[in-house]
């Protein structure tokens, strides 16, 4: 049974550099999300998708960042032109809508973003 | 606005004494609630959750907690805890009232510390 994965696990850039993360949900998942979360801080939501439909977006998202989910299955967030407040965990998690654990996210390992 | 409150920030403890985190949430419809743990250098895990039904729900590792809705808490408890508890601990409340809402808000957690 594996769980949801992040790719990278870490990811060193200098400001104003793009990055691309990687989410891959547990198999049967229907929903993912997106969360941020900084030292001290529980995570943050910053956006989910149902399928392939991106249904919900925080204010936190700002218009450099972009997530994707193009096939319903992985799914990608992308960080344009990367500040030094960007500097976070970013993590996924993924639920089901239906079978013997709706509405239960579960959390990947996060992918650890440094913006020098 | 939904928000989670967790008013212990940091709790330290020695092995086998009692445990119980705080948790109270700021909205008043019906709400899933959920416990999650962090180890350290771990991702979060689930430790237990409330939907509905019985107000007092058990977790894994001997965890329990009670769902108390006029005081809108659901506070984390443990008898006796272990050095294996060590871990950051997160409440966190999903709404079921917010059309089409389904991301969770968390709280900023408590870090927990056991001594042996």
């Known amino acids: 049974d594996t769980g949801v994965s992040q790719d990278p696990r870490h990811k060193i850039t200098k400001r104003g550099q793009n990055v691309t993360f990687r989410c891959d949900p547990i198999s049967e998942h229907n929903r993912l999300y997106w969360y941020r979360q900084t030292l001290g801080q529980g995570p943050e939501f910053l956006t989910y998708?149902?399928?392939?439909?991106?249904?919900?977006k925080s204010r936190l998202l700002s218009d450099r960042f972009s997530a994707e989910r193009p096939k319903g299955s992985f799914s990608t967030l992308e960080i344009q032109r990367t500040e030094q407040g960007d500097s976070a965990m970013y993590l996924c998690?993924?639920?089901?809508?239906?079978?013997?654990?709706?509405?239960?996210?579960?959390f990947g390992p996060g992918t650890r973003l440094t913006v020098l | 606005a939904q928000s989670v409150s967790q008013h212990n920030h940091h709790v330290i403890l020695s092995e086998a004494a009692s445990l119980e985190l705080g948790c109270n949430y700021s909205y008043g419809g019906t709400v899933n609630l959920f416990w999650y743990v962090q180890y350290p250098g771990q991702h979060l895990q689930l430790l237990l959750k409330y939907f509905s039904g019985d107000p007092l729900v058990k977790g894994i590792k001997g965890f329990e907690a009670e769902f108390i809705k006029s005081k809108f808490s659901f506070n984390l408890r443990k008898p006796s805890v272990q050095w294996s508890d060590t871990a950051e601990y997160f409440c966190?409340?999903?709404?079921?009232?917010?059309?089409?809402?389904?991301?969770?808000?968390f709280g900023s957690g408590t870090r927990l510390q056991v001594q042996p």
């Open positions: 998708f149902q399928n392939e439909a991106q249904l919900e």
């Open positions: 966190a409340v999903n709404s079921l009232m917010d059309t089409g809402r389904r991301a969770l808000t």
């Open positions: 998690a993924s639920s089901t809508t239906s079978g013997r654990d709706p509405d239960t996210q579960y």
